[in-house]
């Protein structure tokens, strides 16, 4: 598991790169739910009388 983890002796590239990806993709995502909850909500204001 210690090999796994070491990544061959590039652990110290390879577990922040995979850290920034996690980061960036989870920002994608809380965005893009943000912005369907604005437009689902604009779109309700829009369809009232």
């Known amino acids: ?18 850290g920034v990806s996690v980061l960036l993709l989870g920002g994608a995502v809380v965005l893009t739910v943000r912005a369907y909850r604005n437009a689902r909500a604009q779109l309700a204001a829009l369809e009232k009388p």
């Open 1 to 18: 598991m210690s090999d796994f983890l070491a990544m061959g002796g590039y652990a110290a590239y390879i577990w922040p790169a995979y």
